[in-house]
């Protein structure tokens, strides 16, 4: 698999900032992109990703050329219908030979390696057969496996690159797309690194785990947490103060006085 990133847009985190801001300014987002920076930039997204509000990354948008993944990659990573893709036809382009994603599972054996590549030659025999007697290369393709490789064009925004990173960095998400969420989140984080600080597997973006009895331990699950809660209180504790500091003051009144 190989990942690269293509293009982004202007100065994604000072323009999620800057856009950020303008929502409180009487100033044009133009004029204040112009005299914002890291620092500043730092601190208004850090308010931005901690109260949720999340619109403003959606200024920030990167395109990404994927090489070399399987079929089964690409059915699953169009479910995220928050993104454009343009992906390379099996109309259009003949494979002409048996190119195929072998999962590691059956890499590492070398009988079942053998016997999964005997198929995909034999497939690709028949499939050249096919095409070779008048079969439209759009019917031919109908035999070819997900193992098959292919290649594909993402544009997708911060905002959707977050919730795409929160499920597919998971262990829970299948090897071969996490392999892909964590070359993205590699890049981004180097393009946009105030944006991106704390992104990766929901829980990390969390603090918890979200799934639950599914949960692979790392994190106490959500259920967990209210357990926790629910005996403090009940013990005569209470919510420490200083849990609720991680939501600043600013965010907590743009929440409450209508002003977005
Ligand atoms: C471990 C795992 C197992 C999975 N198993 C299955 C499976 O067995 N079968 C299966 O079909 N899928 C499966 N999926 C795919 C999953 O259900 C999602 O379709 C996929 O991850 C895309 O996520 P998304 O909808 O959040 O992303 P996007 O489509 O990019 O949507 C982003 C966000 O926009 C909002 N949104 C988008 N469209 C709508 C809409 N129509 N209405 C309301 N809100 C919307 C939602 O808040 C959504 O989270 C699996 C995913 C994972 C990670």
Same mark, same amino acid.
């Given at each position: &698999?190989?990942?690269? /990133?293509?293009?982004?847009?202007?100065? !994604?985190? /000072?323009?999620?900032?800057?856009?950020?801001?303008?929502? %409180?300014?009487?100033?044009?987002?133009?004029?204040? /992109?112009?005299?914002?920076?890291?620092?500043?930039?730092? +601190?208004?997204?850090?308010?931005?990703?901690?109260?949720?509000?999340?619109?403003?990354?959606?200024?920030?948008?990167?395109?990404?050329?994927?090489?070399?993944?399987?079929?089964?990659?690409?059915?699953?990573?169009?479910?995220?219908?928050?993104?454009?893709?343009?992906?390379?036809?099996?109309?259009?382009?003949?494979?002409?030979?048996?190119?195929?994603?072998?999962?590691?599972?059956?890499?590492?054996?070398?009988?079942?390696?053998?016997?999964?590549? $005997?198929?995909?030659?034999?497939?690709?025999?028949? %499939?050249?057969?096919?095409?070779?007697?008048?079969?439209?290369?759009?019917?031919?393709?109908?035999?070819?496996?997900?193992?098959?490789?292919?290649?594909?064009?993402?544009?997708?925004?911060?905002?959707?690159?977050?919730?795409?990173?929160?499920?597919?960095?998971?262990?829970?998400?299948?090897?071969?797309?996490? +392999?892909?969420?964590?070359?993205?989140?590699?890049?981004?984080?180097?393009?946009?690194? /105030?944006?991106?600080? $704390?992104?990766?597997?929901?829980? +990390? &973006?969390?603090?918890?785990? !979200?799934?639950? +009895?599914?949960?692979?331990?790392?994190? !106490?699950?959500?259920?967990?947490?209210?357990?926790?809660?629910?005996?403090?209180?009940?013990?005569?504790?209470?919510?420490?103060?200083?849990?609720?500091?991680?939501?600043?003051?600013?965010?907590?009144?743009?929440?409450?006085?209508?002003?977005?």
């Amino acid at each position: &698999m190989e990942v690269k /990133l293509i293009s982004k847009s202007f100065e !994604p985190d /000072l323009t999620a900032a800057a856009a950020a801001v303008g929502c %409180y300014s009487a100033k044009d987002p133009y004029s204040l /992109l112009k005299k914002m920076d890291s620092k500043r930039a730092g +601190e208004v997204l850090k308010v931005v990703m901690e109260s949720g509000h999340h619109s403003v990354v959606e200024h920030a948008v990167f395109t990404f050329s994927v090489k070399g993944v399987s079929r089964a990659l690409t059915h699953q990573l169009v479910r995220h219908r928050v993104a454009s893709y343009s992906q390379q036809s099996q109309r259009y382009v003949r494979i002409e030979e048996p190119d195929v994603v072998v999962p590691p599972s059956i890499e590492r054996d070398k009988k079942k390696k053998e016997m999964f590549m $005997n198929l995909m030659k034999n497939i690709w025999e028949l %499939y050249k057969g096919l095409t070779n007697s008048k079969v439209p290369v759009e019917d031919a393709r109908y035999i070819l496996p997900n193992a098959t490789r292919t290649n594909i064009t993402i544009t997708m925004n911060a905002r959707s690159l977050l919730n795409f990173f929160s499920i597919r960095c998971c262990v829970r998400a299948q090897w071969e797309i996490r +392999e892909l969420a964590y070359k993205m989140l590699e890049i981004v984080k180097k393009e946009a690194p /105030l944006i991106f600080k $704390n992104a990766g597997a929901s829980c +990390e &973006m969390l603090g918890y785990c !979200p799934e639950g +009895e599914k949960s692979c331990g790392r994190y !106490p699950t959500l259920e967990e947490l209210k357990k926790k809660a629910k005996s403090s209180t009940t013990s005569g504790g209470s919510i420490n103060e200083g849990d609720a500091s991680v939501f600043p003051v600013r965010s907590a009144s743009c929440c409450t006085d209508g002003s977005i």
